[in-house]
Every structure is written in C-alpha cells, then in structure tokens.
C-alpha cells in the first residue's frame, strides 16, 4: 500500500545525497507518525546511513527554544502566586476551581500570536456591561468586586506569570511557541543547526507555526509536504479550509511536491476515483458500538486480512473494545494509552476522598457513613485481601447509619489496610499523601505473583503522581486544603496515560483519531461518528468571548470542527474498505444525532466517485441461544401443607386489604411475603424511604389527636389548629428523633423531606379549618385504630383486621380516614354505577388497579362488624352510616375523597353489605385454597421493577 508518509519518505530520500541526511530536520505532527517514517526511511536505503533528525513539532519548538515546559500543577501554583500578589484575599480553592481556564486562554493567545492586552481589554469592556448599569456593590471586599477585579487584572497576570517563567527557564506550550515564533531569525539563520527543514502532513497550524514555517520555506530552508484531496480543497468544503490557503500561498505552497495539486496528480483525486467500499452502520445504544467493530474484525479476519485500524471517536470506548476484540486476533497495539481515570484505583482513590470528606461526629465522636464505608469495602481492589468481606459482615449486621471511628478500629482487628482505609486525614495534604503512599504499600503485596497483573502497573503510576505531587507541595510554604489536593491530584491522574505493551507495527492498531494524523490504512473502522463527537461541535471552555476570539484570530468550534473534519476525509483517501459506525437517536428528544460528514458521503462523496460503493443499515444483535434464559415460569403448586398454612396464618394474623391487593398484583409475591414469610432485606440508609416519610407524618397528626383526646377536647377550633400549625416544626422534630435516631435531618435529603413534610401539614390543617368554616363539625372518635372481626370460612373462623389512620363523626355520619402522602386521583375510589354484581365481584377479585377500592371497603366492613363497640362516645354498629374515604396530601383540594357507591347488590342496608363481603372475602380464601391455581409470577414485568423478590424470579 502506497501511503503518504511511504510517498513522503522517497521524495526526502531521493533529493538528497546519502551522506546528507543527516544535515535535515523532518517535522510531523505527532510522535507516533516520527516513528512510521523513520521505519518508511530506513526501508529506502540498502545500507546503513546516519538519518535526520525527526521530531515531532512540540519536540522541535521546545528543543529549538531552548526552554522546558512547566509542569501543569507548577504552572497552577506560578499563576497562584502572581494573582495573590495583586488580590491577597484571594481563596486558594476558589482558584483551583477556575484557574486551568486562565492558563487554556494563555496558551491559546500566544499559540496563534494574539493581542493580549487588547483581547483582554475586550473582555474587561464586556464583563463591565455586564454589570452596567447597576451600581457597584459597596465595600472593597465584596465578592462581586473581586469577581470582577479578577478580569480587570489578567492583563498584569499574563505579563507577570510570562517574566516568572522566563527568569526559571521554562515556559508553557503556547508560550514556547510564541517565544521561538518571534525569535525564527536568530534560532535558524545566525545560527543554523540544519542545512533544510520538511514538515510534513500538518494542517490548521497556529498563527506561531504558521510564521516559522513562512519564514522558513520564505528563505529556501524549508519546504511543506501537505497531504489532501481535491474533493475537500473544492471551495466550501470545511475539511480544506486551511490547505486551500496554504497551497495558494506562494511560501507555504513550493516546492515539487505540492506541484502535484496544480498539475491534479492522481494522488491528489484518491476520493474521487478510487475504489472503496464504504458502509455506515446504525446502533441504537454506545456500547453496542464495539461489538460491531468486533464482528467487522472477525470478518476480515477470515478473509484472511488481519491488518485494520479501529479508530475511536470516543476513546471512552477503548475498555468496551478490547473486552470485545475477537479470540483470534492476538496482536494488536494499543496507540492512545488508558488514562488512569478510567481505572478501578482511581474509583477506589475517589471513593477515599468521599469517604474522608463525609465524616461526621457523632456526639463528640467523629463517625463515617455506612453506605460510604460500604461502597469503599466492596471495591474490586480491595477483593482480595482476606480481612475486608469479615469486616463488611460485621458492618452489615449492626442497624447503624453511621459508624464510629472507634467502632471500626474493634472490627478492624488491627489489621493495616483497614487500618489505612479509616484512618482520618484531618483536612491534612501533607497527612493525606502519607496514608496514600502507605496504602499503596499496603496494596501491593495483594497482587504480587499475579500473572499480568495490571493493578501493580497502576499502583506504580499512582505511586508516581504522588511523589511529583508531592515534591510540588513541599516547595510550597502555605499549606494546601483538602479540596486543593484533590483537584491537583485528579488532575495529573487526568493528564497520566498508561501505555499498553505492544508492537507499533502489529496488524491492529486501535487509536483515537488525533493519532490516525499522517498514517493510512486500507481496512479502517471509525466508532461514535456522531455529531458532538465527530465533530466535536460548539464546545467552548474559556474567558474569552466568541465574537472576540473570532476578532482577534483565535480559534473557535468552528476551526475544531474543520479540523476533525480533515482527519476524517483524510483518514478516507488510501482506505479501501471503511465501516463507520454511529448510535441512532432512541425515541423523542433524543439527542444522538449522525454526523454530518456521513451525509457528506452519501450525498456528495458517492455521487462524485463512481468506484466507491455506499451502504447504510442497522445493526441487529440477537443474543446467544446458550446464554438465554429458558422459557419457564417460576410457579409454587399449593401442596396440602401450604393449604393448611394459609388458614392457619389467615385464623392467628387475618386478611388485611395490602395483602389483598399484593395477591391480585402477583400471587407469587403473596406467597414469598405472607406464606413462607421471607423478609425484606432492610437496607441502612441516610435519608427516609417513602414509608418512612409517611410514618413520619402519620404520626405527627396522631400525637395531636392523642393529645386532644387526652384534654377530652374531641372537637378542634379555629385557635387549635393555628396554634397546631405553629407547632409543626418542633412536632416534627421530636418525631423524627424518636423513631430515626441514627439519621441527621438537618442536612441533605431529610431537609428536604422535612420542609415537604412542613408544608403538607400546613396545608393540611388549612384543609380542616376551611372544613370548619363550611360548618363541617368533625369530631374525633379515634386516632390510628386497629380493629378486626372474625367472619366463618365453611366452619372455620377466619380473622379480617386493618389499620385505620383516624375515625372521626361530621354532622352524624362515621367518616374513616385513610391518609395517603401520595397524589391520589378522585377516580380511583369511584366505581361505576352501570357495573353488575357479577362484573363488580370479577373485578374485586382480579383487577390490581381496584387497589384503594378493597381497602376502603375492607375498612367499611371491619366498622360495621364492631357489634356495638363504643369508641370516643359512639356505639359502632351496623345503624351507622359509614362513609370510607382518603385525604390525599398531594391534593387536598379533592377534599375528602369518600367511597359513596360501592354495592354488591340492590340492597343498600348493612346487614347486605356485610353478608355480601363475607361472600367475596369466601371467594378470595376459596381462591387461595384452590391447588389448581399455583402461586405463580405475575405477567406484569413494570410490577417487579421494585419487588422485593425480584432476584429470586431471576427478573433483575
């Protein structure tokens, strides 16, 4: 295969005599395509010769510059101290979060030549209408003022940091290419270290480039070899928005090379003429991605054509497709290297900052969270060591939110890495990285002797950062917070690649798309080409405003989505077969849109070059048949055992409406919880589930009817109920304390829950009162009640019990209470008139939306079956007129939702009603007794979302 750095490589070689070479210097853009033309070079010669020198740009500016670059947290810390020389108040943390800005925006200005004081007086100018035209904020000191101050000064930082830098000796990228831009006289013409520069493959360069190169191939010491194709060089294409003005120039454009795109060479019409077969494949979800690109290898592969390149539009994607590479592809290098944040430490080290930062005290003894400690403890890399699942067990078994530090130094037994792990930082940075270095010391022995075991790599690269790390911070005198060190720390695990081990030159090569600049492939795959990846799109994370980056030549989305443009067209042109592969928009608003430059090929690409065939189709993936569950259905049969459980647990505990409604959702789930009576695993959390939230509130009106009735005031008054809702914070309060003692309300989720709780109240006792003035007399019969009756089942007394929230008599009728924290919807206790007896009995006993329905009724009928109770003064009996109903807090505005119209039969009496609901609770024993209907899994699967079973039907 004829590439571009092969063609790049002969064109050198034949200008120049052997023993020349050496006097040259070759520049490309990246390290890894110096390595590919120095292989091309070297094949070129039939025996040995000393090369030239061959660097990639960053290497050539900063050897030629004669400077080093700053380290990125060195760099933070320079820029630190200048801006604290010109704001002494300024906060350390406060900086860190926005000082990486400042120093992308330096970089940029002095990479494409920018009027720093003009870009930043515009700026200044901008951010002053901002505040125009609103009076200034008084005090000097106020934030506002510092704010601003901070853009009225980046001018003097700028100048500042830029002569620090220069007395050390050091610069930062953008400087370095400035400092040698404006120096291209002195550096290659007095005195010259090589008698001709090539630079070879480049695009887009910078403003800096742009005038060493001019200058350079201006004088006859340089020449440019570009690598393009007239399909993007034609006007308006955004891929050829660069070279078209660089081969039109007369300096940047000489030179024999670039002849060939005024002569239309054929190497410049490859992806007009050239055959290619090119198929864009639709996914519908990211991970689905390297799966495709597995399948493409594969096929290759048995074609007998090992060598391609998967190219990764988002290199996130790079564990996913390693994990899917095929079994018979055994060489492969790996170009981009995984960042350490994408490693298991790194999660286990950011769970150790969560874990330090979240920690409490407990009285006057500092505790940590469960669920922090839990989620440290079940990290993958601590698996192996033999003392962590005891001590998760012994955790897991104490009932407390938060555990004490002393607590765990018991359970830990003295062991060291537990020891470690719990072992408190104090705010400390310099104590912080202590532990962290005796951690990893702690860690290793874990996996030494384990075969290619990768942890020990990362350990190494940890061990690394922290010593870099940490020599930084000792030259420092003031000391640097917690949240300063992690920022710095995530940073340079941020910025740190660990390499993978393989040959540059083996038949695979899986790389990100910056690596692919200068290097051809004849089989290439491309993942994620979607918009806002490929391209990357309108993404701007800098100071300096669009319109003025656009005035002062720096550049913007705009030339980002130019440039991804050129390597993708480019990465195009020597490819004979290409799979391009995108995730299709799921459903409504979705937002993964295809990339434009698909488009491009099908609409434009594929018209113009007649060799080169397209296809468009959507990948379907059907899953192994071995790896299939199987097709049965977990069903219990009603042996004559469980039969005579069922009585005898609905004779000791009853029938109560939520296991009604629980056996008419999935009967199996009755069984699980009723029958074989296996329990919730009860999770510790820090803030309140929904039942808790409900108990919470339940109980607060509770304690006040229980309070009234003590003072045997049955009636509320207007006073009561203001003077109640004054006191519905420290009500809260107390309850809150007394039934969840090992939360915190104060804080985080249970504040939040406590202001709706607030609310609700307050809403709720507006309710009673406007009852009240609408001459609604309600009395208060009973607070949270228990009743239960007995009722004969074919000779065998059966209990029905139920737990109503409150009994209350209006204007002579018995009104039960049935609270609900939810939004409850007036149509769900309503039941319609035309239904017949025989369509209402089918319905109770199989529709699993009647679920308040059952409850209200079985409510009505515990009442009625009271005989003559006396509660709060009233004789319960079936000469009442009983009206069930909900008062939804969500919607008090439906006021009291009563259940009118439920009747089995014409008959409206109660001696019916209640004959008739012995006839269905009958139906329902009769039901669970029938051995010819097993417990069995409910056919609504949207049921077992939350269940708390779902593990054992295998539905997770």
């Known amino acids: 295969m004829q590439t571009f750095l092969s063609e790049a490589a002969r064109y050198v070689f034949d200008r120049h005599p052997l023993d020349a070479l050496s006097r040259l210097c070759v520049v490309l853009p990246s390290r890894r395509a110096v390595y590919f033309f120095k292989l091309e070079l070297a094949r070129l010669a039939d025996r040995p010769f000393l090369a030239p020198e061959i660097l990639a740009m960053d290497d050539f500016i900063l050897l030629r510059g004669d400077r080093k670059q700053a380290d990125p947290v060195s760099l933070l810390f320079e820029l630190y101290d200048v801006f604290k020389e010109i704001e002494p108040e300024l906060d350390f943390d406060r900086f860190t979060s926005w000082a990486p800005v400042v120093l992308r925006d330096f970089d940029q200005i002095d990479l494409y030549l920018g009027n720093a004081k003009g870009i930043f007086g515009w700026v200044q100018a901008e951010k002053a209408l901002e505040r125009w035209p609103g009076a200034p904020p008084a005090g000097e000191g106020s934030a506002t003022v510092r704010y601003f101050r901070l853009f009225e000064n980046l001018f003097r930082v700028y100048t500042e940091l830029q002569k620090r830098l220069e007395e050390k000796g050091l610069a930062y990228r953008g400087m370095a290419y400035r400092n040698l831009a404006t120096e291209v006289d002195k550096v290659f013409f007095e005195k010259p270290v090589h008698d001709f520069h090539y630079f070879l493959g480049f695009n887009a360069l910078s403003r800096s480039e742009e005038t060493i190169l001019r200058k350079l191939t201006g004088t ?58 090119v198929t864009d494949i639709g996914v519908p979800n990211t991970t689905m991605q390297p799966k495709v690109a597995a399948w493409q290898l594969e ?80 990290h993958p890399f601590l698996q192996r060591s033999r003392a962590v699942a005891p001590f998760l067990q012994e955790l897991r078994k104490g009932a407390n939110v938060f555990v004490r530090e002393e607590e765990i130094r018991e359970l830990a037994k003295g062991d060291q890495l537990l020891t470690l792990i719990f072992t408190r930082w104090e705010q400390d940075s310099r104590r912080a990285t202590r532990q962290l270095y005796s ?52 940073e340079l695990i941020r910025q740190t690649k660990i390499p993978f081990s393989g040959e540059p030159v083996a038949p695979l090569q899986l790389m990100g798309m910056l690596e692919t600049r200068c290097l051809d492939f004849e089989r ?84 113009l070059n007649p060799n080169l065939s397209w296809g468009a189709r959507m990948a379907e993936f059907v899953p192994e048949v071995p790896r299939e569950r199987p097709e049965t259905e977990l069903v219990v049969p009603k042996s004559p055992e469980i039969r005579e459980e069922i009585l005898d647990r609905l004779a000791k ?74 006191e519905i914070p420290q ?61 004969d089942y074919r000779g065998r007394p059966l209990l029905v019990a139920g737990k109503i929230d409150r009994l209350e008599q209006v204007n002579g009728d018995i009104r039960i209470v049935d609270y609900k924290t939810g939004k409850v919807d007036p149509r769900s206790v309503d039941v319609s008139d035309s239904l017949s007896p025989e369509e209402l009995q089918e319905s109770f006993l199989s529709n699993d939306d009647w679920g308040y329905l059952r409850q209200l009724w079985l409510y009505k009928y515990l009442v009625l079956k009271q005989n003559h109770r006396q509660v709060g003064g009233v004789d319960l009996s079936a000469d009442q007129t009983v009206r069930p109903g909900i008062i939804s807090f969500r919607n008090l505005a439906a006021g009291f939702m009563a259940q009118e119209n439920l009747r089995f039969s014409e008959e409206t009496d109660a001696a019916t009603f209640l004959a008739e609901s012995e006839v269905f609770l009958t139906a329902f024993v009769d039901e669970l ?14 049921t077992c979302q939350y269940c708390d079973f779902v593990r054992i039907c295998e539905r997770d």
């Not at 339940?698 to 008054?717: A, C, N, P, S």
């Open 220 to 277: 006859g010491r340089a020449e440019a070899l570009w690598d393009a194709d007239f399909f993007y060089l034609r006007p308006g294409h955004e891929a050829g928005r660069f070279l078209r003005n660089y081969l039109a120039d007369p300096d940047l454009g000489r030179g024999e090379w670039n002849r060939r795109f005024r002569d239309q060479d054929p190497s410049t019409l490859l992806l007009r003429t050239s055959a290619k077969q």
């Open 299 to 378: 096929d290759w592969l048995r074609k007998g054509l090992p060598e391609a390149a998967v190219v990764l539009g988002d290199e996130n994607l790079l564990i996913p497709m390693l994990s899917s590479l095929p079994a018979g592809i055994e060489d492969f290098n790996v170009t981009m290297g995984v960042s350490l944040r994408q490693s298991p430490l790194f999660t286990l080290v950011e769970s150790l900052f969560e874990l330090q930062q979240s920690g409490i005290r407990s009285g006057s003894k500092p505790a940590f969270p469960l669920k922090h400690l839990i989620k440290v403890l079940g």
């Open 439 to 490: 951690l990893i010391d702690a860690l290793r022995p874990l996996y030494e002797g384990v075969p290619d075991a990768v942890e020990t790599e990362y350990l190494y690269e940890f061990y690394t950062i922290l010593k870099r790390l940490e020599g930084i911070l000792n030259e420092r005198r003031e000391p640097v917070s917690i949240t300063s060190f992690r920022r710095f720390l995530f």
């Open 653 to 726: 505990k009853g029938i109560y409406a939520t296991h009604l409604n629980m056996y008419y959702q999935c009967s199996l789930k009755y069984y699980f919880s009723r029958i074989a009576g296996i329990a919730e695993e009860e999770e510790q959390t820090e803030s309140l589930e929904a039942n808790d939230f409900g108990t919470w509130v339940h109980e607060v009106l509770e304690q006040i009817d229980r309070e009234m009735i003590r003072e045997e005031k049955r009636r509320y008054t207007r006073e009561d109920y203001e003077r109640f809702t004054a």
């Open 524 to 607: 290439v795959v491309v993942l994620s080409v979607n918009e806002g990846v490929l391209p990357t799109g309108k993404k701007q994370n800098s100071l300096i405003p669009f319109d003025a980056a656009q005035e002062f030549g720096l550049p913007t989305y705009v030339d980002a989505d130019a440039v991804m443009s050129y390597h993708f067209f480019r990465l195009l042109q020597r490819a004979k077969e290409v799979v391009l592969v995108h995730t299709v928009p799921a459903g409504e608003g979705a937002k993964a849109e295809p990339s434009r430059f698909l488009l491009q090929i099908e609409h434009e690409l594929a018209k």
């Open 731 to 791: 009500r809260l309060t107390t309850i809150f304390k007394e039934n969840f003692p090992r939360q915190v309300m104060d804080e985080g989720r249970n504040l939040l829950l406590f202001n709706v709780a607030r609310r609700i109240l307050t809403h709720y006792f507006a309710f009673r009162q406007a009852e009240l003035e609408a001459g609604k007399e309600v009395v208060v019969l009973a607070p949270e009640q228990k009743l239960q009756a007995s009722f």
């Open 929 to 942: 007794m029938d051995e010819t209907k097993p417990f069995r899994q409910t056919d609504d699967r949207d």
